[in-house]
T-cell receptor, first 112, second 114 residues
Framework: GESVGLHLPTLSVQEGDNSIINCAYS??????FIWYKQESGKGPQFIID?????DKRQGQRVTVLLNKTVKHLSLQIAATQPGDSAVYFC???????????FGRGTSLIVHP | KAGVTQTPRYLIKTRGQQVTLSCSPI?????VSWYQQTPGQGLQFLFE???????NKGNFPGRFSGRQFSNSRSEMNVSTLELGDSALYLC?????????????FGPGTRLTVL
């Protein structure tokens, strides 16, 4: 499959553990954030989003937390499974510019 | 419904040549964005087309260009290829503008410049 990055931060966890992936964003005016998952050989896939008027949003096994004070975003994955192994990107959108900015990504490796 | 498709999936070119990549968005989506993905720079925005008009452009030289057709299909062209243009080129479609909501990505075209 395609390799998306050779120098990405890596998080290794055991199957069944909870995973936390962090992202620092750059623009305090950003008002919409998305987490994407990219598996080898595929394009990024939407996981969950959050708007700046919220500080937490939950999906199925995933939770996104937003701390605007320190410009920090995190993705929590509960009961991590081998199928969760992928590169995870955060994207920020600044109202009015409509150009998404992507973080460098974190490689999540789940060991059975 | 069918996802975003990109052709070709793999391409090998030599320096100085030009290349055209194609993207077919999800039916009904009017926005198509193009990204370059490399290990060193990550995912970088190239440009976005909406209803056949370029709406946004990233910080890339003029050698990178694109267009969108009336059926929302899009092409991007890179002229006078350089070694540094080797990358995975991703296309993404969305109902509205790229910055306003979820984007759906294709599998990418892997371009290698020799």
């Amino acid at each position: 499959g395609e390799s998306v990055g050779l120098h990405l931060p890596t998080l290794s966890v055991q199957e069944g553990d909870n995973s936390i992936i962090n992202c620092a964003y750059s623009n305090s005016a950003s008002d919409y954030f998305i987490w994407y998952k990219q598996e080898s050989g595929k394009g990024p896939q939407f996981i969950i989003d959050i708007r700046s008027n919220m500080d937490k949003r939950q999906g199925q096994r995933v939770t996104v937390l937003l701390n605007k004070t320190v410009k920090h975003l995190s993705l929590q994955i509960a009961a991590t499974q081998p199928g969760d192994s992928a590169v995870y990107f955060c994207a920020e959108n600044t109202g009015g510019s409509y150009i998404p900015t992507f973080g460098r990504g974190t490689s999540l490796i789940v060991h059975p | 419904k069918a996802g975003v498709t990109q052709t070709p999936r793999y391409l090998i070119k030599t320096r100085g040549q030009q290349v055209t990549l194609s993207c077919s968005p999800i039916s009904g989506h009017r926005s198509v964005s193009w990204y370059q993905q490399t290990p060193g720079q990550g995912l970088q925005f190239l440009f976005e087309y909406f209803s056949e008009t370029q709406r946004n452009k990233g910080n890339f030289p003029g050698r990178f260009s694109g267009r969108q057709f009336s059926n929302s299909r899009s092409e991007m062209n890179v002229s006078t290829l350089e070694l540094g243009d080797s990358a995975l080129y991703l296309c993404a479609s969305s109902l509205g503008l790229a910055g306003g909501g979820e984007q759906f990505f294709g599998p990418g075209t892997r371009l290698t410049v020799l």
